[in-house]
């Protein structure tokens, strides 16, 4: 797990959680884990119905809202091409020595008071390396919402959701991850981006 402070410059940082907080719509996403360990996605009165121990995530997931000419999409979508780019494939591989080839899944998410992912292993299935992008000016220490590593040999580090941060993780069966229940107002805003 590698943590890196101050990953875009502070202006072009607020400009983009500003742009993606116009122009997101927002949904519930509630996942329960079966007594077999499969997981699926349930209603609000599902998820109430459901014991605490099958309950493995709650959070806010994020889609871009279509329109003709909307402000901030160009930052938004420069963004992206930024984060697809051979110069940043190229930094990723060189700062975690994993050989990443390209960027195969993204998404937006936020965090409602007591929101949180129990501690899991990603499948690999194909996916080698995550980066997560907080992008909440308002995060403050007792907040919650800190991401969790613990890898191979049982070191544990904690990355919290400071504003303009990157935390990368490999995405490996031998490793697991988790995020603390997140305590105050809606927030945590972060992009997830999974390599391969």
Known sequence: ML???????????LELATALNR??????CLIVSSASGVLSQVSEEEWSSVSCSHRFSRFDV????PDSNP?????ISGFFVFVMSTRFLE????V??????????WRISQYQPGDFIVEHRDSTDGRRLRLNLYLDPDWTDGDG????FRNSVGEITAVPPSFNTIALSPI??????WVSPFCKRTGRLSIALNYR
């Not at 994020?62 to 809202?65: A, F, P, S, T, V």
């Not at 919402?145 to 969790?148: E, Q, R, V």
Request: with cysteine.
């Open 172 to 177: 490996n069966i031998n490793c697991v991850h």
């Open 91 to 94: 930094w990723i591989n060189r």
């Open 62 to 65: 994020g889609k871009l809202e």
């Open 3 to 13: 943590a890196v402070r101050n990953f875009l410059p502070p202006g072009s940082a």
């Open 23 to 28: 122009k997101i719509a927002w949904s519930r």
């Open 145 to 148: 919402g800190i991401l969790y």
């Open 96 to 105: 975690t020595g994993f050989q990443v080839r390209e960027l195969v899944e």
């Open 71 to 75: 402000p901030g999409r160009s930052l």
